[in-house]
């Protein structure tokens, strides 16, 4: 079954407004990354996150990385007509080859002028 | 990060036959690649992982007769979809890894399968 959760799967918003989506893995994680997929493009890497309560920020981004690794979640505060895109968090497992992640189904982001 | 190409970029075949998909490391030298496939407004489903002078590990459920990877040297891995069926027709994207595990994307590969 699918390992790691996303939520929401699609999110609209007005352009100004926040937003936010979630993530959570049924086990605990090495690290958490995300990525940004535009519209008929590829995933693009954003950033990773490896400790335990870690917060990153980005301009208008704000990842965080759960105390137990177990979720994350990316905010975007004033959202704008560039952030565009599926935002897909995926995970690594202790263990497991590097680089290879379990992937969340995504959150689907339109953001209206 | 690194960057990938893979060509082609889009592809129409006829059921039946076989199309290969290159995907190339170009400034780095790439032990592991990873080839997913990702069907419209989906997630990304990994299907293998290729190694660099070994076999390809698959996922499973995947079949390996009929995708076949082959990495031959550092810097190219190839995917092969044999026996195409319109079943088959989705967005291939290859991987690779960089230092601390995070995956730099080829552009990807619109396969449509008539």
């Known amino acids: 079954g699918q390992q790691v959760m996303q939520i929401p799967q699609y999110q609209h918003v007005q352009e100004g407004e926040d937003f936010t989506t979630y993530c959570n893995s049924s086990t605990t994680l090495s690290n958490i990354q995300w990525y940004k997929q535009r519209p008929g493009g590829h995933p693009v890497f954003l950033i990773q996150?490896?400790?335990?309560?870690e917060v990153k920020k980005q301009k208008r981004l704000t990842f965080q990385f759960g105390e137990a690794k177990k979720n994350s979640s990316l905010h975007i505060t004033a959202t704008q007509t560039t952030d565009v895109g599926t935002y897909f968090c995926?995970?690594?497992?202790?263990?497991?080859?590097?680089?290879?992640?379990?992937f969340g189904r995504g959150t689907q982001l339109t953001v209206w002028p | 990060g690194a960057v990938v190409s893979q060509h082609p970029s889009r592809v129409i075949c006829k059921s039946g036959t076989s199309v290969k998909i290159e995907c190339r490391s170009l400034d780095f030298q790439a032990t592991t690649m990873f080839w997913y496939r990702q069907f419209p407004k989906q997630s990304l489903m990994l299907m293998a992982t290729?190694?660099?002078?070994?076999?390809?590990?698959?996922e499973q459920g995947v079949e390996k007769d009929k995708f076949l990877i082959n990495h031959a040297s550092l810097t190219l891995s190839t995917l092969t979809v044999t026996s195409a069926h319109p079943e088959d027709s989705s967005f291939y994207i290859c991987?690779?890894?960089?230092?601390?595990?995070?995956?730099?994307f080829g552009p990807g590969t619109r396969l449509t399968v008539t």
């Open positions: 995926a995970g690594q497992r202790r263990g497991s080859t590097l680089g290879r992640l379990y």
């Open positions: 991987s690779t890894p960089g230092d601390l595990g995070e995956q730099y």
């Open positions: 290729s190694n660099e002078g070994s076999k390809a590990t698959y």
């Open positions: 996150l490896v400790k335990s309560g």
